[in-house]
C-alpha cells in the first residue's frame, strides 16, 4: 500500500524556518518525482514545488521562489522542503503528492504550518 | 504561466440533481487536465484524468469532457457523499502544474 506520511509543522515566527518530510512507502520512492502542495485556511490548492527522482530536475512556484528549497533523500524514501524567512501567507497545509501520468493520486494527509507571532 | 478559472466557485444542490462544473485554461492544455474532490480537512481524491478517464474505483456517475480550454465535470445524480470541494488541475504545463481555484458543492 502506497502511503505518504509528512511531518515537521508546527508554529514558527515570521522569519523563522521549518524544515517538513514526507515518509514514502510502499513504492519505488527514488522511480517517481515527488511536488509538494499547500492550502491555505479555507482557500484552495496551491502547487509549491517539484523535485525529479534523481533530484536533476526542480521548479519551485514564484511564491515561494528563492525561500523555500525542495531535496529527496531516495535512500531513506524521504522527501523535504525546508522553508526559510516565513511569512504569514505561508501559513496552510503542506501536502507531498506522488507524480505520475495524469493526475495524483497519491497524497499524504498533511501537515500545518501556522507563521504568526 | 497557465491560469484555470472554474464556475460556479459555489452552489447548492440536492440529492439526485445532475450537476455541471466548468473548468477554464488561458491557454490550450489538450487533454492535460484532472479533477480531484476535497472534503473537509481530507487530503485531494483523484477522481478524472487525462480529462475524461475515471479513475480507478471512482463512481461512474462521475464524468469528465472537453479539451483545449474548456473542460467539464459532471455528476449524474449526486449523492450524499458527493458534497465537496472540486478542482481541476492542468498537467499540460509539466512540472509547472496548476490547479483552479475550486467549486464547493454544497446541500441546498
Known amino acids: 500500500e502506497v502511503q505518504l506520511v509528512e511531518s515537521g509543522g508546527g508554529l514558527v515566527q515570521p522569519g523563522g524556518s521549518l524544515r517538513l518530510s514526507c515518509a514514502a512507502s510502499?513504492?519505488?520512492?527514488?522511480?517517481?518525482?515527488m511536488n509538494w502542495v499547500r492550502q491555505a485556511p479555507g482557500k484552495g490548492l496551491e502547487w509549491v514545488s517539484y523535485?525529479?527522482?534523481?533530484?536533476?530536475?526542480?521548479y519551485y512556484a514564484d511564491s515561494v521562489k528563492g525561500r523555500f528549497t525542495i531535496s529527496r533523500d531516495n535512500a531513506k524514501n524521504s522527501l523535504y522542503l525546508q522553508m526559510n524567512s516565513l511569512r504569514a501567507e505561508d501559513t496552510a497545509v503542506y501536502y507531498c503528492?506522488?507524480?505520475?501520468?495524469?493526475?495524483?493520486?497519491?497524497w499524504g494527509q498533511g501537515t500545518l504550518v501556522t507563521v504568526s507571532s | 504561466a497557465i491560469r484555470m478559472t472554474q464556475s460556479p466557485s459555489s452552489f447548492s444542490a440536492s440529492t439526485g440533481d445532475r450537476v455541471t462544473i466548468t473548468c477554464r485554461a488561458s491557454?490550450?492544455?489538450?487533454?492535460?487536465l484532472a479533477w480531484y474532490q476535497q472534503k473537509p480537512g481530507k487530503a485531494p481524491k483523484l477522481l478524472i484524468y487525462?480529462?475524461?478517464t475515471l479513475q480507478s474505483g471512482v463512481p461512474s456517475r462521475f464524468s469528465g469532457s472537453g479539451s483545449g480550454t474548456d473542460f467539464t465535470l459532471t455528476i449524474s445524480c449526486l449523492q450524499s457523499e458527493d458534497f465537496a470541494t472540486y478542482y481541476c488541475?492542468?498537467?499540460?504545463?509539466?512540472?509547472?502544474?496548476?490547479f483552479g481555484p475550486g467549486t464547493k458543492v454544497d446541500i441546498k
Open positions: 510502499g513504492f519505488t520512492f527514488s522511480s517517481y518525482s
Open positions: 488541475q492542468q498537467y499540460y504545463s509539466y512540472p509547472l502544474f496548476t
Open positions: 523535485i525529479s527522482s534523481s533530484s536533476s530536475t526542480i
Open positions: 503528492a506522488r507524480v505520475q501520468a495524469g493526475g495524483w493520486l497519491y
Open positions: 487525462a480529462a475524461s
Open positions: 491557454q490550450g492544455i489538450s487533454s492535460y
